[in-house]
């Protein structure tokens, strides 16, 4: 099986950096998804079974579907577990980053991890990352940050340790991003990745199911009405765009991980190659961008939206109210566009 060369040494190297310490915190981005948590349950689990004292922690709160993954209940979540994450920053000898690209991602966590003297790991697939640790394995076009992680383990001498519990958890995470091998999977790799998973005993059906069919009977039907009520499509533009505002949350009981893969909805209609959903919030709106193929929609969001992400698929915010926001996203189109050498 084939392992990109540019990477061995620095496999290399993280497998030498996590056998000399045995006080290691890994540390995830802001909302965490499911590749977030997915890689980071991942990587707690084999160094847990190297016997290291290990703990993972996310700045807040992360959605309920994914806490089927073994010890997801032992995430120490900074809101509201502020004191002891601290402890463990200082305590750690080792600090894994996983799946983000900037120290910006763990707002709060940054100003403990820049007086952390540990040594620092990132492990991700974000365009353009920041250069804030002492080892980076980045590399942008793997679908994952878990798919990164699994292939870690698979260069190292304790590969034998992959388990079906490690391996649950890490192929939770290449679905997440992949949304079930649809995008982001054009790589051979990522299969012969996503098959030593399921060697290690992974039910593919079952791990999808947990993802993707675990949501509520509302949220179904917020879906029906954000599609139905909240849609403007623009194929001139070749953008179609969805919202919920605070009420339409309120309507439907919303939860937390009830508006994952809406943003995805616009891009099943012919000649949509861009797509974004703006999210009214209570200080904020939360926006997440999409587009296919080889149009970037992340320069936008880095330019106009404080935010960031990959080619395909980005995110951002605004401080404005939500009819400004998607004003000025719509302002932006023929930009977009532009950049895109897509000509109307
Ligand atoms: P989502 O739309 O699922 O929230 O995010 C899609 C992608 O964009 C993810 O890879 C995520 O890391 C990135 N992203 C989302 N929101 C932000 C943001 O506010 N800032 C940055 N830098 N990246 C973001
Ligand atoms: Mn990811």
């Not at 949350?249 to 209609?269: R, T």
């Amino acid at each position: 099986m084939t392992t990109n060369h540019k990477h061995k040494a620095v496999f290399e190297a993280i497998n030498l950096a996590y056998k000399q310490f045995d006080n290691i915190a890994i540390i995830i981005h802001v909302n965490p998804d499911g590749d977030a948590v997915g890689s980071a349950l991942g990587l707690f689990h084999f160094l847990k079974k190297m016997k290291k004292n290990v703990s993972i922690i996310a700045p807040n709160d992360f959605p309920d579907f994914l806490s089927w993954m073994i010890a997801s209940n032992e995430i120490i979540r900074y809101n509201r577990q502020t004191e002891k994450a601290v402890q463990i920053i200082e305590n750690a000898d080792l600090i894994f980053f996983l799946d983000f690209n900037d120290i910006d991602r763990v707002p709060k966590i940054d100003q403990h991890v820049k007086q952390s003297k540990a040594v620092k790991i990132l492990i991700d697939h974000h365009p353009n990352p920041t250069d804030f640790v002492d080892i980076m394995l980045s590399e942008i076009e793997v679908s994952s940050t878990a798919e990164l992680v699994c292939d870690l383990i698979l260069n190292s001498n304790e590969k034998i340790l992959l388990d079906k519990t490690i391996a649950e958890c890490l192929f939770a995470g290449i679905l997440t991003d992949t949304i079930s091998f649809t995008v982001n999977s054009h790589r051979p790799r990522t299969f012969q990745i996503a098959s030593e998973l399921m060697i290690a005993g992974v039910d593919r059906d079952d791990v999808h199911d947990k993802i993707f069919n675990n949501f509520s009977e509302q949220r179904m039907r917020l879906l029906g009405h954000i599609l139905n009520n909240r849609m403007n499509v623009m194929p001139g533009y070749k953008t179609a765009y969805l919202y919920l505002t605070k009420e339409d949350q309120k309507q439907y009981s919303f939860a937390m991980g009830d508006s994952e893969g809406f943003v995805n909805y616009p891009l099943s209609i012919k000649g949509i190659v861009f797509s974004a959903f703006f999210m009214e919030k209570n200080d904020h709106i939360k926006i997440s961008f999409r587009s296919k193929g080889k149009n970037k929609i992340n320069e936008i969001a880095v330019k106009y939206f404080d935010g960031g992400g990959h080619r395909n698929a980005a995110g951002g915010e605004s401080k404005d109210s939500l009819e400004k926001t998607i004003d000025n996203f719509v302002k932006r189109i023929p930009e977009l566009l532009k950049s895109n050498d897509i000509h109307v």
